[in-house]
């Protein structure tokens, strides 16, 4: 953790209040606590009590404390750092990628934050949770989809140029279900839609990672590139 973070999980109770600081998936959580705090900050819709809170963990007698510049989301770091194993050039050209109008130019722009977020991943995450990519497509599978599997995969690579940013991509994979139950793209989902996107969502894992889960698709699809996506999924 950030120290103005971890100040904060102390600032924001009573002295005599016990907690538990969180090791697994639940920093991701409080990561994502601690950024809405300090956007309600910036924004001035802060509540007083939080306001101390934030002050507190944020500064000490000495003056501010150190702070990520670009303080992008910590579950994204993670999962980039997961993916990509520590290798800086690597990491630079997928977090250009995440938001291509306004790139992210230097890996000091995410530091701390992103050093943390490595720490994580390498020393909390066990081995067997880690992300690793396939090398070939799974021709097997690849072979035993139906016509409605074929079709999805390839709306889904039709559309990876014109979607390639972290916004687009989570656009393209949650709207490709959507097209395939005759819907418009911005549809808002229902359950039965919901149990569509989560079975193409594991089609995608099974081809790119070999399980039904992992990092964020659109994260995933970043790091991995869209000439290995095209790859493993069959094109």
């Given at each position: 953790?950030?120290?103005?973070?971890?100040?904060?999980?102390?600032?924001?109770?009573?002295p005599?209040?016990?907690?538990?600081?969180?090791?697994?998936?639940?920093?991701?959580?409080?990561?994502?606590?601690?950024?809405?705090?300090?956007?309600?900050?910036a924004?001035?819709?802060?509540?007083?009590?939080?306001?101390?809170?934030?002050?507190?963990?944020?500064?000490t007698?000495?003056?501010?404390?150190?702070?990520?510049?670009?303080?992008?989301?910590?579950?994204?770091?993670?999962?980039?750092?997961?993916?990509?194993?520590?290798?800086?050039?690597?990491?630079?050209?997928?977090?250009?990628?995440?938001?291509?109008?306004?790139p992210?130019?230097?890996?000091?722009?995410?530091?701390?934050?992103?050093?943390?977020?490595?720490?994580?991943?390498?020393?909390?995450?066990?081995?067997?949770?880690?992300?690793?990519?396939?090398?070939?497509?799974?021709?097997?599978?690849?072979?035993?989809?139906d016509?409605?599997?074929?079709?999805?995969?390839?709306?889904?690579?039709d559309?990876?140029?014109?979607?390639w940013?972290?916004?687009?991509?989570?656009?393209?994979?949650?709207?490709?279900?959507?097209?395939?139950?005759g819907l418009?793209?911005?549809?808002?989902?229902?359950?039965?839609?919901?149990?569509?996107?989560?079975?193409?969502?594991?089609?995608?894992?099974?081809?790119?990672?070999?399980?039904?889960?992992?990092?964020?698709?659109?994260?995933?699809?970043?790091?991995?590139?869209?000439?290995?996506?095209?790859?493993?999924?069959?094109?």
């Amino acid at each position: 953790m950030e120290a103005p973070l971890l100040r904060w999980l102390y600032a924001r109770r009573k002295p005599n209040q016990s907690f538990k600081i969180a090791f697994d998936q639940e920093i991701q959580r409080l990561y994502d606590e601690w950024d809405k705090l300090e956007a309600k900050v910036a924004d001035g819709t802060v509540l007083p009590a939080d306001a101390a809170a934030h002050s507190r963990a944020a500064r000490t007698a000495a003056g501010e404390l150190p702070r990520t510049p670009r303080p992008l989301p910590y579950r994204t770091l993670a999962s980039v750092m997961d993916i990509t194993a520590g290798h800086d050039e690597q990491t630079l050209r997928i977090l250009t990628e995440l938001d291509p109008d306004n790139p992210v130019a230097s890996l000091d722009e995410v530091r701390p934050r992103l050093d943390r977020a490595e720490n994580w991943i390498t020393n909390q995450v066990p081995a067997d949770q880690r992300t690793i990519v396939r090398d070939e497509p799974d021709t097997e599978l690849l072979g035993s989809l139906d016509d409605e599997g074929r079709e999805s995969l390839r709306l889904l690579l039709d559309g990876l140029d014109t979607h390639w940013s972290l916004d687009g991509l989570t656009t393209l994979v949650y709207g490709v279900p959507k097209v395939m139950a005759g819907l418009d793209p911005e549809a808002k989902p229902t359950p039965e839609l919901k149990l569509a996107q989560r079975a193409f969502f594991a089609l995608l894992y099974k081809l790119l990672v070999s399980r039904e889960t992992g990092p964020r698709l659109p994260t995933l699809l970043l790091a991995v590139g869209a000439e290995r996506v095209r790859k493993l999924l069959g094109a």
